[in-house]
């Protein structure tokens, strides 16, 4: 079965730098199978029956000294997102949250988001957006900090990519 780990905050500007080959190379010793790589931004795709973020995570903090928030999906999730009538539309981002979202968190959103979204399967925010990612305030800080949980972003291009590697 294919995965996709999702890792939030990496190689951005100057800070916290990751080389997509060495990250290939940790999943590798950590036993994960078929690694590939897309994009420095830190999407790394595996094939194992089974995985462990928290093992993913502290491994990453102990290897690059910081910490790397990662969210896992699998290419069947990842089909089905793509596949939501919202997926299709211009300016899509989805927001893969770390966990599932309470109904007060939802109610949350339902009251502050103004543009077109779908918070799919609990775990992911598909949000079609009015502006440009850059001009928007509905970005990924502002749903880790409505929801209280680490989330990383990627754009409907990106996903569609990722999916092609799997």
Known sequence: MSFVALL????????NK???????VLFEEMG?????TYIQTGNVIFDN??????????TLRETYGFDIPVVVRSKDELEEIQLHPIFLKEQVYVMFLEKE??????????NLVDDEF???NRRTVIINLSKTYHQTKFT????EKKLGMASTARNQNTV??????M
């Open 140 to 143: 990924n800080t502002f749903f």
């Open 49 to 58: 029956t089974t995985y462990d973020v928290l093992q993913l995570q502290s």
């Open 101 to 110: 979202v309470s109904d007060e968190q939802l109610a949350v959103l339902e």
């Open 18 to 24: 990751v080389d997509m080959k060495s990250l290939k």
């Open 8 to 15: 939030r905050g990496i190689n951005l500007g100057a800070k």
């Open 118 to 120: 779908v918070v799919w």
């Open 160 to 165: 569609n990519k990722i999916l092609l590697k």
């Open 32 to 36: 994960y199978e078929n690694i590939r």
